[in-house]
């Protein structure tokens, strides 16, 4: 194994051991409020968790990307959105909704897509001019990108910046919210949950939400996962329009429709408990998982990069 690979591995294990440590803490209080609460104080965990994600990426897979740009998530955004709001994706989706109504002209702010980044850690979209990203993360890994915990932040009637960190988020004000390999690193399905409804309040009308999660099995391993949460997000008008399988990731691409999103506790329960990853269903112990974790790549596969992440079955 190659330096370069070995060092990888190294980046990966502290990875997925705040992953691993997120659900074990969840498991032994049984509330995931609590357990997150902890998890944003230990401010060394986060930092190393926060620098380790930024030199995977940076010195990983932007390797990866330009060997094989098919294999990009940032590619694979990029695509997405410059066809449906610079292309003509939106009137596609318009005409077969076939809804006989006098649509609005899409508006963009200064000919500019807004984006909305949760979880960016270094900003990997503040390439494409067309965008004007506002990249947040709960522990940022450079100066640039907002401090933000996503799960608690207030949505309001503005979006309020101070310092590097983000007050409150204006809704109905974003064309697109990513979440890119973010669902999987909460430890509860409910959190998760929380996430796309905050998401679907701050996306304007016909706006979209992308969701990339990793995955190097086949399409069809993690089918039923990617089925439930696409039933789930559709319940409060965030519809799939797009899904592809590329090499090592999900990508989804969901659009928001008006429809009156269901009210009642115990339907919005059973909606969260669909955004659910196979993980949450572990019962291994720490040593029996971390064991199981120790999976041998071909020289190959490391290179690549995206066999370091937690997988949809890690």
């Given at each position: 194994?190659?330096?370069?690979?070995?060092?990888?591995?190294?980046?990966?294990?502290?990875?997925?051991?705040?992953?691993?440590?997120?659900?074990?803490?969840?498991?032994?209080?049984?509330?995931?409020?609590?357990?997150?609460?902890?998890?944003?104080?230990?401010?060394?965990?986060?930092?190393?968790?926060?620098?380790?994600?930024?030199?995977?990426?940076?010195?990983?897979?932007?390797?990866?990307?330009?060997?094989?740009?098919?294999?990009?998530?940032?590619?694979?955004?990029?695509?997405?959105?410059?066809?449906?709001?610079?292309?003509?994706?939106?009137?596609?989706?318009?005409?077969?909704?076939?809804?006989?109504?006098?649509?609005?002209?899409?508006?963009?702010?200064?000919?500019?897509?807004?984006?909305?980044?949760?979880?960016?850690?270094?900003?990997?979209?503040?390439?494409?001019?067309?965008?004007?990203?506002?990249?947040?993360?709960?522990?940022?890994?450079?100066?640039?990108?907002?401090?933000?915990?996503?799960?608690?932040?207030?949505?309001?009637?503005?979006?309020?910046?101070?310092?590097?960190?983000?007050?409150?988020?204006?809704?109905?004000?974003?064309?697109?919210?990513?979440?890119?390999?973010?669902?999987?690193?909460?430890?509860?399905?409910?959190?998760?949950?929380?996430?796309?409804?905050?998401?679907?309040?701050?996306?304007?009308?016909?706006?979209?939400?992308?969701?990339?999660?990793?995955?190097?099995?086949?399409?069809?391993?993690?089918?039923?996962?990617?089925?439930?949460?696409?039933?789930?997000?559709?319940?409060?008008?965030?519809?799939r329009i797009k899904y592809e399988k590329l090499l090592h990731a999900h990508c989804m691409a969901f659009r928001k429709t008006s429809i009156d999103p269901p009210t009642s506790e115990d339907r919005l329960k059973l909606l969260a408990l669909k955004m659910y990853i196979p993980q949450d269903f572990h019962s291994q112990s720490d040593s029996e998982q971390e064991e199981n974790d120790h999976i041998k790549f071909t020289e190959e596969e490391l290179a690549e990069g995206f066999t370091y992440l937690p997988m949809l079955n890690d």
């Amino acid at each position: 194994m190659s330096q370069q690979s070995e060092d990888g591995k190294v980046l990966a294990d502290i990875i997925k051991n705040v992953h691993r440590r997120l659900r074990q803490e969840l498991k032994e209080s049984g509330d995931s409020e609590s357990s997150w609460i902890n998890h944003c104080r230990n401010e060394a965990r986060l930092k190393e968790y926060a620098k380790s994600m930024h030199q995977l990426a940076t010195e990983h897979w932007e390797r990866l990307r330009e060997s094989n740009p098919d294999t990009s998530r940032i590619n694979w955004t990029w695509s997405f959105l410059s066809n449906y709001f610079l292309g003509n994706g939106c009137e596609i989706q318009r005409q077969k909704s076939k809804l006989n109504i006098d649509w609005p002209k899409l508006m963009l702010k200064d000919s500019k897509i807004s984006v909305l980044d949760v979880g960016s850690c270094y900003n990997p979209f503040k390439e494409f001019e067309e965008l004007d990203v506002l990249p947040v993360d709960l522990c940022p890994a450079l100066e640039f990108v907002y401090q933000c915990d996503f799960l608690t932040v207030p949505v309001g009637e503005k979006t309020f910046l101070e310092d590097q960190s983000v007050l409150s988020l204006a809704s109905s004000s974003f064309h697109c919210v990513v979440f890119s390999f973010l669902l999987e690193y909460f430890p509860s399905c409910s959190q998760r949950w929380t996430c796309c409804e905050k998401a679907q309040q701050l996306l304007m009308e016909e706006g979209v939400l992308v969701i990339i999660t990793p995955d190097s099995k086949a399409a069809h391993s993690n089918s039923k996962v990617m089925r439930s949460w696409r039933e789930a997000l559709e319940a409060i008008g965030l519809k799939r329009i797009k899904y592809e399988k590329l090499l090592h990731a999900h990508c989804m691409a969901f659009r928001k429709t008006s429809i009156d999103p269901p009210t009642s506790e115990d339907r919005l329960k059973l909606l969260a408990l669909k955004m659910y990853i196979p993980q949450d269903f572990h019962s291994q112990s720490d040593s029996e998982q971390e064991e199981n974790d120790h999976i041998k790549f071909t020289e190959e596969e490391l290179a690549e990069g995206f066999t370091y992440l937690p997988m949809l079955n890690d």
